[in-house]
């Protein structure tokens, strides 16, 4: 984990020249070409120069010199941030690549500012073996769009029957360290707990979807006004928080780490806020969607509003925005459930749960928390970069902008304002809920292990 | 009015308006000719996802009466059965040139979708979605009770009114259709169920939420409407521990019955479990308007494909 913050604006320009000199001829003939971001601002702080050879960020300063060959970019007025990382992403390979494949679903994450990716294990086969998640792992590596870690399910065929064999993961070439059923929820006790037990040895976390089952048979939304206007079945908020509340104490009592997937509602919160002062291990994320749309959404039975768990009512948007400005939700994460059109298009209660979210997930955080004064440039590199990949026990990715660290970058311009139109995204996918909607911000470049995937707004194709 | 989908998109101005041409329609089916030749040429498509032998034989007659053609397109024995989508449906029936839909779908929402989604273009008429709304039986009820309670002024609201329904709130589209319609008329609407059959969230309704039916009951309502118990859809199951404890507190017995000042109107939107919410005596009783509730339905079905396909739909409909 690293601690300081501070970006060496004492770094002459000539060490940096030195530095560069001397990594880039270190560096082979694969070895990317010396980038200098010219006068972003990390953190959204003061003015900066960043210079970032041979897949590291090699200088921070003001009026950097760049060496001979560098690509100089102008970061004029823009953001310049650690690479993002996804703690909850859905790539659906293997099995479900009519949706979305690791190459496309990275393509998003990297068009979407990150540099690294969790991927979700409830894929056809299910994660629940080594052989899956290296699998994976390697799809990540060869694609080369952004890091791909993939999550391991906690119980074979995400049954909820027996644990599936989390030391062989971790142990494995993808070195898992995040385990979650997620679409499902652990809901035996027995079970959840011996998962908790289970994980401590090698580090891991289990990422609770936490939804009990029989309380939401059939469900379809939130259960509130909405739902009964509607007649819809229910959601309630007590499904969520009752699994949250037992979760937390069973962490407490055998001392483990406990990791809570995108929490909803007010009720959640308060007993996040409450876990958290007792001195309990575990971390909690919200979904970009769930800080911005309601119930009240539904209303159309457009089922590209539909996902799980369900929109809630504005009282909750309220609280999560609250929870994630005080540190309670410690990150955003998208829970990007991609799902091809049919899917979809259909009657409300039988469409899919889900919605896209890897290319709107920033422009979301920067609308709803940055531009309303509740968080920082530099809260918003805490919970969309640092924090994720702390809590992923990932040490390559969410480092400190600073010399030596990870050439993982992000240089966002929070300025434009564009209409969101999915059929321009990268994600095989059209399920964004934000469609037409005016975001602001667009994706300068991204940089992986000082390599651009993206410049303005689109993948840089090798 | 392009669609008839919910009656939260009426006006109270169109429902009256709706209910007065239901009225004409209700005289000219007195005559020894009660065909009318209004919607000659046109085509009446019944989509029925769900079985529903009473409804869809309403909206049949209701056709056949105007000389639409129908075509009945029901679940079983269909491509539906094969699961067919609802979007892939709706473009077979736009190509086949079908001049509005009638369809009822288990699905909360798919009469909106269907005319929202952009698959067909032609006016769709809910026939019940989920346990979202079922229009035209809010409409065929406030007829009933307009005729019984408002005797000789075809024109009247129900305002004055008072009308308690008692039941299985949560899964009934009845329920919420009647209680915006009932209500946007003027009414009073007194919903009665255990507490696990009312939905949470229904505080926000336009009207009052009791438990206890005899409580109800002793206000003397214009009209008590008994809801089915619809078993089928008691996902989770438990909503009460068994059908004599349900029947006992809520089923509107004989004795019940007898308390109900004289002019009371008792109504069901069938099928009826006899014995389970409704004494069978009491269905057959003379305050029982149940079985002119079916009559009443053809009458505002009528109306209904008058007011979305008739060209003239903006002048009363012509004596033929």
Redesign the interface.
Known sequence: MTTEHATTADTTAAEATAAAASAGAAGGAGSPAPLLIRGGRPYGEDAQDVLLVAGRIAAIGTDLDAPEGTDVIDADGCIVLPGLVDLHTHLREPGGEEAETVESGTRAAARGGFTAVHAMANTTPVADTAGVVEQVARRGDSAGWCSVRPVGAVTVGLAGERLAELDAMANSRAKVRVFSDDGKCVHDPVLMRRALEYVKSFDGVIAQHAQDPRLTEGAQMHEGVVSAELGLAGWPAVAEESIIARDVLLAQHVGSRLHVCHLSTAGSVDIIRWAKQRGIEVTAEVTPHHLLLTDENVRQFDAVFKVNPPLRTAEDVQAVRDGLADGTIDIVATDHAPHPRDAKDREWDQAAMGMTGLETALALVQLTMVDEGRLSWRDVARVMSEKPAQIGRDEDQGQALAPGSPAHVLVWDPRPVRIADPDQHASLSRNSPFAGLELPGLNRLTVLAGRPTVRDGEVVER | MKHFITIADLSRDEALEVLATAEHMAQTQSRSIRKLPTLVGTTVVNLFFEDSTRTRISFEAAAKRLSADVINFSAKGSSLSKGE???DTALTLQAMGADAVVVR??????A??LA??GWIEQPIINAG?????HPTQAMLDAFTMRRHLRPGDPTADLAGMHVVIVGDIL?S?VA?SNVLLLTLLGARVTLVAPPALV????S??PCEISYDLDQALATGPDAVMMLRVQSERM??GGFFPTVGEYSRRYGLSTARAATLPEHTLVMHPGPMNRGLEIAGAVADSPRSVIVEQVASGVFVRMAVLFHLLATDAREAPRDH
């Open positions: 989508s609802l979007k779908s288990g699905s909360s929402g798919a909106h979708l929202h989604a979605d989920g346990a979202h709304e899964h589209r919420r939905p949470v969230g229904a926000a309704w996902v989770g």
